[in-house]
Every structure is written in structure tokens, then in C-alpha cells.
């Protein structure tokens, strides 16, 4: 197990899905066994890090707090917290395959196996690998790579047609 895998692995993880974002946010101020660079699970596929005092979204939204730009993470204090965000993303990719696609996702979806018919999971998984979507609005398009990124290939061979419906 590599050095960042082990550190990613070790990090707190304080579930907070059952409070609302303002109490979200209040916790990370008052508990104190929420600590700079713990990870915060707000529900939903939604994950934060402590960044000294701030919390801040590795995936997802939540009213009020705080948001930094992907690649700001790894100039963020000489990637101080890349291990909680690495933990962050698990937890978020674990709560997507849970949940499976949001309703937008699953139209994107039904939408391109009826264009396609029989083959349009070869077809979508060629598109997830050539990142081609020709033929498919921008807005289609970005929601099936979120697809692709919130619950990935496996995924994807393992749906029934009929899990769509």
C-alpha cells in the first residue's frame, strides 16, 4: 500500500449527512474533535475537508461553505490535505455507486440507449474512452461523463435496460 493510500485511509471521517448545511458548518466550529484536515460527509455523495478553521467542498455543493478550485488542492499548503482529498473522493465515488445515477443522469442515460438500441452500452463506454460524444448535446454529454466519473465502467456493464425504467 503506497505512503498516500495508508495516509488516506487514517484520515477522521465525521458523518454530519443527518444536520442541515448551516449545522454542518456550526459543527466544524464547535466540536472539537472535528480537526484540520478531517474529513466532513455531508449525505449525498456531498464531502468536504477542514482546512484549518474553513470548510471546504472536495465534491459536491453546500450552502455556505467554502469551495477551491480541483487543482488548488495540490498548491494548497504543499498538499498538505491531497490524502483527505484522496478519502474525500472515495467516500464520494462509495455514495454514488449506492445511490446510482440522480434522475437527470438516468435520462441522459435512457436517452442514449434509445438512440443507440442493443449495443449502446459499447457505444457510451466508447464514447467514456475516446471522450467523443459526437452527435449528443454538450448538456447530454456532461451528464453522462458524470456518469462515467460519479460510478465509472463497472458500472456500467452491470446495468439492466430495465434498472433505466
Known amino acids: ?10 484520515i477522521a471521517v465525521h458523518d454530519l449527512s443527518d444536520l442541515q448545511p448551516e449545522d454542518a458548518y456550526a459543527a466544524t466550529q464547535t466540536n472539537p474533535n472535528i480537526k484540520d484536515g478531517d474529513v466532513l460527509d455531508l449525505g449525498d455523495g456531498d464531502v468536504a475537508v477542514l482546512v484549518d478553521a474553513w470548510p471546504v467542498m472536495v465534491v459536491g455543493h453546500c450552502c455556505g461553505f467554502h469551495e477551491l478550485i480541483p487543482s488548488g488542492w495540490e498548491r494548497l499548503d504543499g498538499g498538505k490535505y ?25 435520462e441522459a442515460l435512457t436517452r442514449f440507449r434509445d438512440a443507440y438500441g442493443r449495443d449502446w452500452k459499447y457505444r457510451l463506454n466508447l464514447c467514456w474512452t475516446t471522450g467523443n460524444y459526437r452527435a449528443i448535446s454538450m448538456g447530454q454529454a456532461a451528464l453522462l461523463q458524470q456518469v462515467r466519473n ?13 434498472d433505466l425504467d
Not at 490524502?83 to 443522469?105: C, D, F, I, S, Y
Not at 465509472?152 to 452491470?158: F, I, Q, R, T, V
Open 1 to 10: 500500500m503506497s505512503e498516500q493510500n495508508v495516509l488516506a485511509a487514517a
Open 82 to 106: 491531497l490524502a483527505a482529498v484522496k478519502r474525500a473522493h472515495e467516500l464520494a465515488t462509495k455514495a454514488a455507486a449506492n445511490r446510482g445515477p440522480t434522475r437527470r443522469q438516468r
Open 150 to 162: 460519479e460510478l465509472g465502467p463497472e458500472w456500467l456493464a452491470e446495468i439492466k435496460d430495465a
